[in-house]
């Protein structure tokens, strides 16, 4: 699970339980604070209502670029304490809090594949009480792993002159970085003793004044190795990437044939080429007879630049096409991407395609959505995408912390832009969870329409 990446934005929604007669009424209201599980730590904001006899409960999540309001999948609350089981990114989130002095303290565990991921401490004040998230922030750093404020420091500037040295935009970065520098100077951080948290919060204030939701820094558990350098990679890392891979049906999902011979396919990872082409091969052989096909990125969220190319290879015919450039700043390469002039099997061509989109879909998704927009080859159902079009690697920092510079930026060939911020708008706009249904119907009609000629 990654806590502290890419953009989400869902809608909240609020659940009610019955209340029994004896519940309190000290926890209504709006909590802010913190959870930290593991190296991770996250802003959190709860807000519970008495409805009646039941409660109804919202909560916020923010974390680096991250900013989302969460679904709320169970709901407990007693006397004193409140628990509240939650998903970020398909993992099962689990805040137990007790009130204590005015606060609401406890645990917050995270849970993938039915183990636990990571757990630390989480807790929540009034939002309105300036002192309650004082005593808060002592309680979590009481805790949490602390911090020498030297090693702090430094872990700001050196994290500030990498930013500097490589972001996509110089000006941008000189802005964010005087923005970060004013705020040390400030000492806004002085206070701060958990590295998690500042690692969020200077990732979180760099995403702010660049707009750039890829920018983000972290605190690992162990230091990130220098993406610059030339390493070759291990036969042993390779195969385990194989084995991961697999593991997770490599990033797709079962086909589908739904009514009317329309397909499905669902990308919800876009992995490198070499670990994932011949799956994706395969899933396209076994829709090659269908009439028209919808591919799902609604639930996809980064990956591989040359798999998303390969990948939309399927859709065109065997003539290589010019589909975008990636443009570094530092040394001021471009690099092209062209679809594939051979494939392994039947291609999808002359028949319509439906690509469904939501708020989360983000980063290498966009780009497959965006190119196809663009040559009229799909229409796009669903909802704006997150709008990361630039590319980029972790860099180590000091000690465990990393920082996510973008690097590179597209240039579409099609259209000579990019989806930067704007995000991909959708050709037929609708909810993400009505996007299916909304391009299987209009498949249907396209199919029907063809069928009854001209």
Not at 293 to 302: A, P, V
Request: proline share 5%.
């Amino acid at each position: 699970m990654k806590l502290l990446r890419t953009p989400i934005v869902v809608v909240a929604i609020a659940l009610a339980i019955p209340c029994a007669a004896a519940l309190s009424e000290e926890v209504s209201g709006h909590w802010k604070g913190r959870m930290e599980p593991g190296n991770h730590s996250a802003e959190i904001e709860l807000d519970l209502q008495r409805a009646g006899s039941s409660w109804q409960a919202e909560l916020l999540f923010r974390a680096g670029s991250e900013e989302a309001s969460l679904p709320i999948e169970a709901l407990h609350v007693d006397t004193d304490s409140v628990l509240v089981v939650t998903r970020i990114e398909g993992a099962e989130v689990t805040l137990e809090l007790m009130l204590e002095d005015g606060l609401l303290l406890g645990s917050v565990r995270v849970m993938e594949d039915g183990r636990v991921h990571s757990e630390g401490p989480a807790g929540l004040a009034r939002a309105e009480v300036a002192s309650a998230q004082t005593r808060l922030l002592a309680w979590l750093d009481a805790r949490g792993a602390s911090i020498d404020p030297a090693v702090r420091d430094a872990a700001i500037e050196r994290a500030m002159e990498l930013f500097l040295a490589h972001y996509v935009f110089r000006d941008t970065a000189e802005r964010a970085v005087a923005d970060v520098r004013e705020r040390l100077l400030r000492g806004e951080y002085s206070s701060v003793t958990s590295p998690a948290r500042i690692a969020e919060m200077v990732g979180r204030q760099l995403a702010q004044a660049t707009g750039d939701r890829h920018v983000n820094m972290k605190f690992s558990a162990t230091p990130a190795p220098n993406p610059l350098a030339d390493v070759a990679e291990t036969p042993e890392r390779l195969a385990q990437l194989r084995r991961d891979a697999e593991a997770g049906g490599f990033g797709i999902g079962p086909t589908r044939v739904l009514e009317g011979n329309v397909g499905y396919l669902e990308f919800r990872r876009f992995l490198r080429a070499e670990l994932a082409g011949d799956a994706v091969a395969a899933a396209m052989q076994e829709l090659a007879d269908t009439d028209a096909l919808i591919i799902d990125l609604r639930e996809s969220r980064g990956g591989d630049p040359v798999m998303v190319v390969l990948a939309a290879s399927w859709l065109f015919d065997g003539r290589p096409r010019h589909w975008n450039d990636m443009v570094r700043r530092v040394d001021g390469t471009t690099t092209q991407f062209w679809t594939a002039g051979w494939l392994p099997g039947r291609r999808y061509v002359e028949k319509p395609v439906y690509v469904l989109t939501a708020a989360r879909t983000f980063s290498a998704p966009e780009s497959f959505a965006y190119e196809l927009q663009q040559t009229g080859r799909a229409t796009i159902v669903g909802e704006a995408t997150g709008g990361g079009a630039h590319t980029g690697a972790w860099f180590p920092v000091v000690d465990r912390f990393a920082l996510f510079i973008p690097l590179s930026r597209y240039v579409s060939a099609t259209s000579g832009g990019d989806w930067e911020r704007s995000g991909v708008t959708p050709d037929v706009p609708c909810a993400a969870a009505e996007a299916l249904d909304c391009a299987h119907r209009l498949a249907r009609e396209e199919l029907a329409r063809r069928a009854s000629g001209p």
